[in-house]
């Protein structure tokens, strides 16, 4: 089940060679100097790897989310920062090919999906995180313009990204009254306040975007007035499962540096693999990293086959991404005190795990739609 057929088997084993080769040698410097570098995404694009979802007639490779899950799982095993770069730009790439006029498509699809143009998807603000239906930004029409002015947080890619897919509010309170606009990186108005210093994940950049009177034509809006919020929700039901395949690579990362070591090290004259304390310890973040996989292979497979795939998807994110911080800690402890120091790559792993828990919908907001999916399937 999930097995990748050859060719599929073929692009995973290329973005792993491509992640190894580049992405390897500077994860630990770059992950220390809080340094992200944008010429790694054209490379990757030029693999075909930025746009592995989007049509092949919008310069996509057209391929589905098993595929994409299996790239961002071998760049993840190398750098998580750089598989999150890749599902961060694809969020606007799932919109647009989802809400996009055919002038929106072709305006920016290709860019996005060779790797030239990178983009970021602007949700999050400093009062409204997971209740994001109470966003305060706000989108005015002028005549065949808008007009937008508010401050958004947290935002991957910010003062990198060429495009942003920014949810504002045109209408009243709640979720009705949001939408989702297209703003170029050089719109006049848009700027960039602080970089975040973070716990892990420092290779990607995380920063304020300020909006200041920016003015958008009107035919940047998607869809239309009052449509914003099932456009975010629906690109983070994708975006959840790319979360997850990081993941995934994150427990794979850490479990392939565990079981190496705990056969090398040797205590009381013994590989320490082969005291059953550690065993154990293997054995469970082995089964751990294929339940997750197996989830998140579930949840792409359900989206390719066109099937609902929402509650799955929050499923395979929880799952995915409570393994990676449990199989990465355990790595460290696996590595005693070597895995607490920067000798070893393990405990920029147990850091970068953290953080998945928490982006695209916090593991409490995935169980609050499991839970309500559960309601729903029972006739509550
Ligand atoms: C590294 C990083 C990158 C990010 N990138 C982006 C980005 O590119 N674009 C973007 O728009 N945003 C981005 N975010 C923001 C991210 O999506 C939010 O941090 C996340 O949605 C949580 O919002 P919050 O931080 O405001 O936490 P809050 O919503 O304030 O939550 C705080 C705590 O309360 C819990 N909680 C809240 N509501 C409930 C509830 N109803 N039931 C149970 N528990 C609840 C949460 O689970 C959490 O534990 C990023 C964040 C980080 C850290």
Redo the contacts with the bound molecule.
């Keep these: 089940m999930f097995e990748p057929t050859e060719d599929q088997a073929a692009l995973a084993a290329a973005a792993r060679a491509f992640c190894e080769d580049t992405l390897g040698p500077i994860a630990r410097e770059d992950d220390e100097a809080e340094r992200f570098r944008p010429e790694l995404i054209r490379a990757m694009g030029e693999m075909g790897l930025c746009g592995i979802p989007t049509p092949e007639a919008y310069g996509g490779m057209g391929l589905g989310y098993f595929e994409y899950c299996l790239v961002l799982e071998e760049i993840a095993r190398v750098s998580a920062s750089y598989a999150?770069s890749i599902a961060?730009t694809g969020?606007p790439q799932i919109i647009l090919n989802l809400f996009g006029t055919e002038a929106q498509k072709a305006a920016w699809l290709p860019g996005l999906a060779s790797g030239e143009l990178l983009g970021?998807?602007?949700?999050?603000e400093p009062g409204?995180?997971?209740?994001?239906a109470s966003l305060a930004t706000t989108a005015v029409r002028d005549g065949d313009t808008y007009v937008l002015n508010g401050t958004?947080?947290?935002?991957?890619?910010?003062s990198y990204a060429d495009v942003y897919i920014v949810?504002a509010r045109t209408g009243g309170p709640g979720p009705r009254g949001v939408s989702a606009f297209i703003v170029p990186g050089d719109a006049p108005g848009l700027s960039f306040g602080k970089k975040?210093e973070?716990m892990g994940?420092r290779a990607?950049p995380?920063v304020e975007v300020v909006l200041e009177d920016v003015r958008v034509p009107a035919d940047a809006l998607l869809k239309e007035e009052g449509f914003g919020f099932t456009v975010a929700m629906t690109a983070l039901d994708s975006g959840r499962i790319t979360i997850g395949a990081t993941s995934v690579g994150l427990c794979q990362a850490a479990l392939d540096s565990a079981s190496r070591y705990a056969i090398d090290r040797k205590q009381f004259g013994q590989p320490i693999v082969d005291f059953q304390g550690v065993g154990f310890m293997l054995a469970d973040m082995a089964c751990r990293t294929e339940t997750a996989r197996l989830l998140v292979h579930k949840a792409a497979a359900l989206k390719d086959a066109g099937r609902p795939f929402s509650h799955v998807a929050a499923m395979a994110k929880v799952t995915a991404t409570d393994a990676a911080m449990a199989v990465t800690t355990d790595a460290v402890q696996v590595f005693g005190g070597y895995g607490y120091t920067r000798e070893y790559p393990v405990e920029r792993y147990m850091r970068d795990a953290k953080?998945m828990q928490?982006?695209?919908?916090?593991?409490?907001?995935q169980?609050?739609v499991i839970a309500r999916h559960l309601k729903r399937t029972y006739g509550g």
């Excluded at 970021?120 to 999050?124: E, M, N, V």
């Excluded at 958004?152 to 910010?158: A, D, E, V």
């Design positions: 999150v961060v969020l970021a998807f602007a949700l999050s409204s995180g997971s209740d994001a958004k947080f947290w935002i991957t890619h910010g949810m975040e973070k994940m990607s995380t953080v928490i982006v695209e919908g916090t593991n409490q907001i169980r609050l």
